[in-house]
């Protein structure tokens, strides 16, 4: 496989086209961002733990039947990827109130919520990513009606197998986002990436925040957090 040009520059990731028409290059950067762009750092070694903790994810979801854009990793920053066309949502799903939830409808970060629940975003920089509702999705035709109940079913289901795995290794997930795309036939698969960038992961037995949050709000050692998290999954059969 050949790396073509750059198709798409992230604010966490580099596109790249390759040979294949349906094979995407992957390249995951050492940059952090947070609030929407306004806060930015190098952290060296966090490209690599993401596509290190993505490709396990991806992996582990497919072997428990969750199909997804992974084909394989190529180094330990990049990863190829089946081309898709990514619909314009974030797809959120919480254990606890935490984060954006917690600050919008005051309540206390980490309470448990009875059941696990499921927003959208819409993917729009301008607009700052706002929260929206399902008649919004289905009246603006940002996917269809099967398309968002498909996209709920599989975030609960990523949601019992993240959480079973996170459990095992001490780990609570709290929260994470997804993204789906459309591949050429017609198919909503995962997409996009699973990782402490992604994801809230706070240690069972302390607390202690293992997930961007450690950057979101200047915690420090963000990189060592995210090895952490690396470390438990290593050696552990996805
Ligand atoms: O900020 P908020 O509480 O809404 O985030 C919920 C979850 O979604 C967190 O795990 C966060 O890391 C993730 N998220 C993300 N990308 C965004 C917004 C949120 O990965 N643009």
């Known amino acids: 496989m050949i790396r073509g040009d750059l198709l798409y520059e992230g604010k966490a990731k580099k596109?790249?086209?390759t040979d294949d028409p349906n094979v995407l290059w992957v390249e995951y950067k050492d940059d952090a961002t947070a609030?929407?762009?306004?806060?930015?750092?190098?952290?060296?070694?966090?490209?690599?733990?993401?596509?290190?903790?993505?490709?396990?994810?991806?992996r582990y979801l497919?072997?428990?039947?969750?199909?997804?854009?992974?084909?394989?990793?190529?180094?330990?920053?990049?990863?190829?990827?089946?081309?898709?066309?990514?619909?314009?949502?974030?797809?959120?799903?919480?254990?606890?109130?935490?984060?954006?939830?917690a600050k919008r409808l005051g309540l206390e970060e980490g309470r448990m919520l009875p059941r696990p629940i499921v927003e959208f975003y819409y993917k729009n920089d301008e607009l700052k990513d706002p929260l929206i509702t399902e008649d919004?999705?289905?009246?603006?035709?940002l996917a269809t009606v099967d398309q968002r109940e498909e996209m709920k079913r599989i975030a609960l289901q990523v949601n019992?197998?993240?959480g079973k795995k996170m459990q095992e290794l001490g780990v609570t997930l709290v929260d994470f986002k997804l993204e789906f795309g459309i591949d050429p036939d017609g198919r909503l698969i995962l997409a996009d990436e699973i990782s402490p960038d992604t994801c809230r992961f706070w240690d069972v037995k302390t607390g202690k925040v293992l997930d961007k949050d450690r950057f979101r709000r200047d915690l420090g050692n963000v990189v060592?957090?995210?090895?952490e998290i690396w470390n438990r999954l290593e050696g552990?059969?996805?």
């Open 15 to 17: 596109l790249y086209r």
């Open 35 to 58: 609030f929407n762009g306004e806060k930015k750092a190098q952290l060296a070694g966090k490209g690599e733990m993401n596509n290190r903790i993505a490709a396990f994810f991806f």
């Open 62 to 101: 497919r072997e428990n039947g969750v199909d997804n854009h992974f084909l394989q990793e190529v180094s330990p920053t990049e990863q190829w990827v089946r081309k898709v066309t990514i619909i314009p949502l974030e797809v959120v799903v919480r254990n606890r109130a935490a984060g954006s939830m």
């Open 136 to 141: 919004h999705i289905d009246v603006l035709g």
């Open 160 to 162: 019992d197998l993240l």
């Open 224 to 227: 060592e957090a995210y090895r």
């Open 236 to 238: 552990t059969t996805p």
